[in-house]
């Protein structure tokens, strides 16, 4: 006839088999009852270690969700100042770019007459005299 109780096989060290078996042999009962009877007395403090590693994994399921909230929330806070920073870079791109080797526009009426190797400002407004 099969049994209703579940059943487990577990390996034991060699010193906790013979410490088992001379209990078991002490109490008059079989090994098999002994392992069972301790585990129902360990049930208890069991409980209680099982609930409050389960309430552990709760906060950090509960912290690692607000991480993630908080990071999420930081960054939409600093997107704008990521692509006023982009334009700003994009800005700073075009203007490098344009500057080659002509005036800045602030100096209208302005030109460079290069005379040998020294260059010479001139502000007479019209471009080409020399």
Do not use: H, W, Y
Request: overall charge neutral.
């Amino acid at each position: 006839m099969a049994t209703r109780t579940p059943r487990i096989q577990v390996t034991l060290s060699e010193g906790s088999f013979a410490l088992v078996s001379r209990l078991a042999d002490l109490q008059r009962s079989s090994r098999s009852k002994i392992i069972s009877e301790l585990v129902d007395d360990l049930s208890p403090p069991m409980q209680a270690l099982v609930e409050m590693m389960e309430a552990a994994a709760k906060v950090r399921e509960d912290n690692v969700q607000g991480i993630r909230d908080a990071s999420m929330e930081a960054l939409d806070r600093l997107q704008p100042l990521l692509d006023q920073a982009e334009e700003e870079m994009g800005l700073l791109d075009l203007m490098i770019k344009r500057g080659g080797d002509e005036p800045p526009t602030c100096n209208t009426g302005v030109t460079i007459e290069v005379t040998g190797s020294k260059q010479r400002k001139s502000s007479s407004g019209k471009k080409g005299r020399k």
